[in-house]
Structures are given as C-alpha cells and as structure tokens.
T-cell receptor
C-alpha cells in the first residue's frame, strides 16, 4: 500500500489478556519505530528496528512489551498480561533509510483499551 | 536526554486570525525539528521540517516555522487560519543515535478554529 498500515484499528482487551498489534510499513522502508500515545499526551518512543534488527528498545515500559520484525518488513508489538495503564494509541512509523535527514511516516495507530 | 515543550495546550481562534504556537526543545547538539499535525480521525502528518539551511521553513497549507538556535525554539505560524486547520499540532525533535532517528514529541496543542 501507499502508506503505513496498522491493524487492528481498535482493540479492547480484558486485563491480563495478551494482545498483538501489527504494522505494515511502507514497502522498502528500512527503519521502523513504535510509539505509545496516552490520552492527552504526545507520542512516546518505544522501540526501533533497522531492517530485522532491533537496535533500540529503551522505551519499552516493561518486560511485558515485546516487538519483532523477523523478515525486516512487517512488525508486531506484543503486550502480555495487559494492564489498564497500557491503554493508549500505539503508533507505527517507518522511514526509508537510517540517516539524519529523513522524515518518518506514521500509520493511523491502534487504539488499545484495557478493561 | 532531549525534551520538547509546547506552551499552549488549547488554542481557540476565529477564522482569519493569526496563529503562533510555541515550541522549545532542550538539547545541545545537532537536531532535526518537525511539526506534525493530526486532523480528527486521521494519522499524524508532517506539516514541515527543518534539517539545515534557511531557518525560516515553509510547509504545507500556508504554515511556516522559524528555527531560532539561540532560543532553542521552533515556533509554528500561520498568518490567517481556516476552520479546516482545526487539529492537534505536535512539535518534535530528532537526534541521530545508534538507535536511529527517533522522535521526541511535545505534548501537543489542540487548535480549534471557529467560524
């Protein structure tokens, strides 16, 4: 597709349930980022991939959060044993190369509500 | 670590009024600066960016921003707003680290333009 695609758009999970969020970046984009946007806040960095390599996971809030990009294209963000504070919009972004002067293209996000 | 401050959380303007949204960042090194816009129900879109060169940057839809290095500021301006500019605006900064070109966002400014 022409842009970054995320699925599902909305997810309601019961507390304690595991969830998996998918991101299809723009074809050929090397860099892929996950961000978390809580209500009323700006997006906050979670993790970064260059191709299949996860080079930075410093923003993952706990070991319940796990991300992968096994073939260097589609990425999945998994949250185990969800808690209410995980409720947020999860944004995926991609950019063509890892270089200083590039911009990131964002998907529409997945809104996760933990009840 | 770098941070971004947006001073106005909610702004209400009448059509044709002038707009200026403040953005300050803290980081002593080389940065890229961005303004992203999020229209209701849509994904984050790039409004404009500054990488280097002329500190006055022009973006889409008549927006511009000025990078003032001495003030660590990158304020967004538009001479005459339209109802369709109603959206949330995010200032962001990126630095190139081993973890890629990740973005640090401000908390956002919700702009409402009234007819």
């Amino acid at each position: 597709g022409a842009g970054v695609s995320q699925s599902p758009r909305y997810k309601v999970a019961k507390r304690g349930q595991d969830v998996a969020l998918r991101c299809d970046p723009i074809s050929g984009h090397v860099s892929l980022f996950w961000y978390q946007q809580a209500l009323g806040q700006g997006p906050e960095f979670l993790t970064y991939f260059q191709n299949e390599a996860q080079l930075d996971k410093s923003g993952l809030p706990s070991d319940r959060f796990f991300a992968e990009r096994p073939e260097g294209s589609v990425s999945t963000l998994k949250i185990q044993r969800t808690q209410q504070e995980d409720s947020a919009v999860y944004l995926c972004a991609s950019s063509p190369i890892m270089r200083m002067n590039t911009e990131a293209f964002f998907g529409q996000g997945t809104r996760l509500t933990v009840v | 670590a770098q941070s971004v401050s947006q001073h106005n959380h909610h702004v209400i303007l009448s059509e044709a009024a002038s707009l200026e949204l403040g953005c300050n960042y803290s980081y002593g090194g080389t940065v890229n600066l961005f303004w992203y816009v999020q229209y209701p129900g849509q994904h984050l879109q790039l409004l404009l960016k500054y990488f280097s060169g002329d500190p006055l940057v022009k973006g889409i839809k008549g927006f511009e921003a000025e990078f003032i290095k001495s003030k660590f500021s990158f304020n967004l301006r538009k001479p005459s707003v339209q109802w369709s500019d109603t959206a949330e605006y995010f200032c962001a900064v990126s630095i190139l680290t081993g973890g890629g070109n990740k973005l640090t966002f401000g908390t956002g400014t919700q702009l409402k333009v009234e007819l």
